[in-house]
């Protein structure tokens, strides 16, 4: 008796040889060759080359998956770039339901082998049952494939029919994996299957043909009803394959509906659903040869997106949906399932339908959206709802329902922000009662109209619906919310934190379930609240409520209130003279920005400003113009007061730094704080404004003048202000007045380094200047040693030649600090001084930035690059990176090299 291995292994090369015997199945069922043969292309048909190309791209990764809807052209595709590549062993199996059974689907990839000529050993064997395969039966195939001088591909068509089959897919990944070079798997499937596809997409080895790669282009579109007779223009083919999405069936009816035309051309562009050729075509070939069950659902789904047999269902008032679908998918009849028996129309198909179901039933179809409406909202789905509520003129309960379940912040915050606006634009006037208002409030507020919100948003307190229910709570607390962003609007602090209140009482009587489903309500009240209180100069309190903010807000919807948050938190830290925390928080806001995909415009721009300042602060100009530019075109420059002030003050210190003096007036010029916000000034906003302003009086050699902006604001009391009162005394002769403001300068606990280094330049300027040369040297030192682990030069640049002169005296205090000596050593000129190409011919380089010349400095001292590293608390590979850049500026290739290079042009 032979073994059953034998028998299998003879029943796969069935038929190849010895036309007696017929292949079976595990289970005893003929093979089906007509699986086995690689699909006939039509004439009509149109090689697509940059789909070959993927294609044979595909042919050197393990895996090409090849995934569309129904009618996308996939088999096509690949039947005609088998047929036309070079000859290879190539294996075909078009998969069937019945393939889930791993026996059944093994011993149809063998008989494929065996079909398509590649010899499959004895040894292999093949499934003894139709509902399992031996794993060594796949350990022998797979070593098999690995030890061949050539690989096989092997294509998998209608994958889609055995997707949810784990044991297949399973199987399938092992042989895949374990083949190595010896297969290429080709997939052509509807859906995905249930392979690590990520695993393959990390590695490189996925090759991904998506529904968007088929779509037809116009190009592709001409040459397709080229192929089919039809003469038509290029811009034709464009509204052909606008109006079709590219849909490879849709493109075929059409282009055959268009051949009846005497225009084609013209044909294509009056076309309007419902009346047309094309439209009576798709009627007459899809819809009219439907039984009328089949039909009626039809019409009455068109008004959706997607449809589920529930949904279906309650349209059509009958509970028939779930097998017709499914019908109309087998049948390839316009219907597409998207998982979850969720299914879809083809738009073209149900644009037309819309039209017939006004004609077949007129009025029906608003009632068909309020239907639709009501069962998406009790199944959850309120993004789904609104805008069948919406197009049924139902905007009591569209605005209800989106008040009610806590989404008011969605107007404001998140990628439906936008959809929203748009679709409560429309809302009619009619609309009555403290929903709609809100909504209409809330929109007014996101585009910064604080009259026209404030008014909506009394007259919905003013109709607050009485008792504790959740949805009296609900409007309650998407009152307070939208009160604290009119605050901050306003510039309130005040009315902002009364209004915060007002959200924690309201929060308290709603479940916290119904709260954890809109984070982002939250975050948005301590993001606006915080905000407030930074206007007030209230800083402790819109730190700790900002750092709220940002422990509150987890999720997607809540990445720009975080990314605001963090954007502030950045600003804090650098008014309290802290340019590492600064940055740091600086750096984190935006990429918080760049995870969520949050566009540069549509970023708060305060953490590039923020990054600006350190820049100026460390005197790296290049990089404080690029991090400005980015602010500037974020739309929140023209509609934000602190980032528009802001703005303005570190245009003016940047252009003082390059010398400029005249130009940093000027930008000061037209910035009226009183015009920026309804509400009262911000002290620390005006006092960081006559700073600048002094700033610059000085940079233009008028110290009178910079004393004068000081003396015209008698109240100003911030420790920055005072500071920067003193520095400009001391330069104007005023030694003894700088030194009682400073004795005089009130203790704050938060003060940072950078304060510091200022006050101790400041003093030391004052007492140099009434000869105590030795206080000087010993405050001058104190002032290099708190500056050097910030970076911080520009305090030593603006404090004019006396600490030049002092550190060329002091030859050891120069070396001590060389981080600094380089830069004083030469005068700014787009980023290089003229200083510097004294006694150089050579081309003129290009400018090395602030880090690179720590790093240059450092070189010069023959420190290693792990003592520079430590040293400048960077990791080993940044020092090697900025390295490389030096050597490439400075034209060398060695260190020595690049240090007589630098001392050449004065930057040591």
Known sequence: ????????????????????????????????????????????????????????????????????????????????????????????????????????????????????????????????????????????????????????????????????????????????????????????????????????RAAGELVDIRADDLAFRAEETAALVDRHGLPLSADGARVLTERTGGWAAGLRLCTLA???????????????????????FL?????RVQPAETQDLLLRTSILEETHPDLANALTGRDDAEPILEELQRANAFVEPIGHSWYRLHPLFAEILRVHLGVRHPGLEPELHRTAARWLLRAGLLDEALPHAA???????????????????????????????????????????????????????????????????????????????????????????????????????????????AVADAE?????????????????????????????????????TLSDAVRTAQGPSTAFPRHEALSRLALIDFLYGRPGQAESHARGA??????????????????????????????????????????????????????????AILRSRLLCARGDARAALLALDDLAEQ??????????????????????????????????????????????????????RVAAGEGERALRILDDLPEHR?????????GLLTRARAVDALGDSAAAESLLQKALTAARPHHLRRPFLEAGPWVRQLLRDRPALARQHAWLTGTLSRRPVDGWSREEYTGYAGPRPEPLSARERDVLERLAQLMSTEEIAADLQLSVNTVKTHLKSIYRKLAATRRGEAVRRARELGLL
């Not at 009627?283 to 819809?287: A, F, H, P």
């Not at 009262?680 to 110290?703: E, H, N, Y």
Request: aromatic share 4%.
């Open 508 to 544: 308290r009587a709603l479940p916290a379930d119904r709260l954890e489903r809109s984070p982002e309500l939250t975050a948005l009240m301590l993001t606006d609240l915080g905000s407030a209180q930074l206007w007030a100069g209230r800083f402790d309190a819109a730190r700790a």
């Open 283 to 287: 009627l007459g070939e899809v819809l």
């Open 750 to 758: 938060n003060r940072g380094p950078v304060l510091d280094v200022w």
């Open 1 to 200: 008796m032979r073994s059953v291995m034998g028998v299998m292994s003879h029943s796969v090369g069935a038929g190849h040889g010895d036309p007696s015997v017929t292949a079976v199945t595990p289970g005893g069922d003929p093979v089906l060759a007509a699986r086995l043969r690689v699909p006939a292309v039509p004439g009509t048909f149109v090689r697509r080359e940059r789909l070959v190309e993927q294609l044979t791209e595909g042919a050197l990764s393990p895996l090409t998956l090849v995934n569309g809807p129904a009618g996308a052209g996939k088999t096509l595709l690949v039947a005609d770039w088998i047929r036309a590549r070079e000859p290879g062993e190539v294996a075909w199996l078009t998969v069937e339901p019945e393939d889930c059974a791993p026996g059944v689907f093994w011993a149809y990839v063998l008989h494929a082998f065996g079909h398509h000529g590649i010899a499959v050993p004895e040894n292999i064997g093949s499934p003894a049952r139709p509902g399992e395969v031996d794993h060594s039966l796949l350990a022998r195939l797979a070593a098999w494939l690995n030890g061949r001088d050539s690989r096989v591909i092997l294509v998998l068509d209608e994958f889609d029919r055995v997707a949810g089959c784990a044991e297949v897919a399973e199987g399938l990944q092992f042989v895949l994996r374990h083949a190595g070079e010896g297969l290429r798997l080709v997939i052509v499937s509807r859906t995905e299957p249930l392979l690590p596809l990520h695993r393959y």
């Open 590 to 647: 935006i990429a918080e920005a760049e995870h969520s995909g949050l566009p540069v415009s549509e970023g708060t721009g305060m953490a590039q400003l923020v990054l600006a300042a350190v820049a100026i602060d460390r005197d790296d100009l290049a990089a404080a113009r690029g991090h400005l530019d980015q602010a500037a075109g974020t739309t929140a420059a023209a509609r934000d007061p602190i980032v528009a002030v802001e703005l």
């Open 258 to 280: 268009a051949r009846r035309a005497g225009d084609p051309d013209s044909f294509l562009k009056e076309f309007e659903p419902g009346h047309s050729t094309v439209a009576d």
């Open 675 to 728: 015009r920026l916000v309804a509400a009262g000034p911000s002290p620390w906003v005006s006092d960081r404004i006559a700073m600048a302003t002094a700033a610059a009086r000085l940079a233009d050699g008028d110290p009178r003048a910079a004393v004068k902006v000081f003396e015209e604001r008698p109240g100003h009391s911030c420790p920055e202000s005072l500071v920067a009162e003193a520095w400009a």
């Open 391 to 501: 197009d049924a003129g139902d905007w009591e309960l569209a605005a209800a329902e989106f008040i009610d379940r806590l989404a008011i912040g969605r107007l404001l915050t998140g990628l439906a922000a936008e959809r929203l606006d748009g679709l409560f634009a429309r809302m009619a006037p009619e609309a009555s009662g403290p929903a709609p208002d809100l909504v209409r409030a809330a929109r007014e507020l996101a585009h910064h109209d604080v009259d026209r919100g404030v008014a909506y948003l009394r007259r919905a307190e003013e109709n607050l619906p009485g008792g504790d229910g959740g949805d009296a709570a609900a409007v309650r607390l998407s009152c307070a919310v939208l009160r604290v962003l009119a605050a901050r609007v306003a510039g309130s602090a005040d009315l902002a934190e009364t209004a915060a209140r």
